[in-house]
Every structure is written in C-alpha cells, then in structure tokens.
C-alpha cells in the first residue's frame, strides 16, 4: 500500500513538473510590459501621495486616476486572455534610471507617462483593461500637467 502511495505521488510530482515546464517553454507568463507599467503607476501613486499642496484638486484627481489605471492593469494581468508568447530577447524598461530633482508632481509625470508608453507596448488583451487604463493614465497626466502649471 505505501508503495502505492509513494508511486502515485511520485507520478503526480512528475505531472506537475511537466506541465509547468511546457508553460514555460511555451512561453506563457504576464506581459513584462505589464508589469513594468504596474511598476511605474505605483511609483506615480508614491510620489502623488507624498506631493506637495494639491493646487485646484488636481493632485486628487491624479491620485484617484492613478489608482484606478493600476486596478485595470493588474486585471488584465490576471486575465487569461492576456496571457502571450514572450519573444527571446524582448527587452522593457522597468524604471527610470534618473529622476531628475523636483517636485512629486513632475516625478509623477515622468512615471506616469513611463507607464503609458510600457502599456502601449504591451500584448492587447480581449477585456479592454488596457484601453481603461490608457485612458485613466491620460486622464492622470492631464491632472498632473494642470497641478503643474498651477505651481509654476
């Protein structure tokens, strides 16, 4: 009976290790330029909350907007229909490798408009998360640039 045991387990351990080995040679896992854009509108997100006075509501607005792109875009990670083929040697940009100095609201630009560009480079998805979130992002940038024109 143990042997039983121990062979069923054994031929289960197998099946797992192969099915996960076909996923990643197939290729399948969330868009790296998916990631990078959740990346980039969390760093958006940190820099607004630690912003500086919220000139006419447009950091709140930024804020709101902000949160509302990283909900769709962390849908369409978990969305089945998002999953694609990665290409060998695909690269993506995951950060900024220098913020210039200034204020939170001009480094949330730069995140925010990082995120758009990583967003629009990757794979579309079938639930129209990615539409939301371009259009929240832009939404944000818009919020950003009238918070910035305020305090100049």
């Known amino acids: ?16 290790l192969l099915s996960s080995l076909a996923e990643v040679s197939l290729g399948y896992e969330t868009d790296p330029y998916l990631k990078s854009t959740r990346t980039q509108l969390m760093k958006a997100r940190a820099v607004l ?8 509501g447009h950091r709140a607005k930024a804020m709101a907007y902000t949160f509302a792109a990283i909900d ?8 089945r229909a998002h999953h694609a083929r990665l290409q060998t040697g ?9 913020t210039p100095a200034g204020s939170n609201m001009r480094k949330a630009l ?5 995120a758009k560009e990583n967003l629009g480079a990757a794979t579309p998805d079938a639930g129209g998360h990615h539409a939301k979130a371009t259009e929240l992002i832009d939404k ?13």
């Open 1 to 16: 009976m143990s042997n039983k045991k121990s062979a069923a387990a054994a031929t289960l351990g197998i099946l797992l």
């Open 49 to 56: 909350i630690a912003g500086e006075d919220d000139k006419d």
């Open 72 to 79: 769709e875009v962390e849908a369409a990670m978990k969305s």
């Open 90 to 98: 695909e690269t993506f940009a995951t950060s900024i490798a220098a």
């Open 110 to 114: 730069i995140h925010l408009k990082q």
């Open 140 to 152: 944000a940038i818009v919020e950003v640039e009238k918070a910035n024109a305020a305090s100049a």
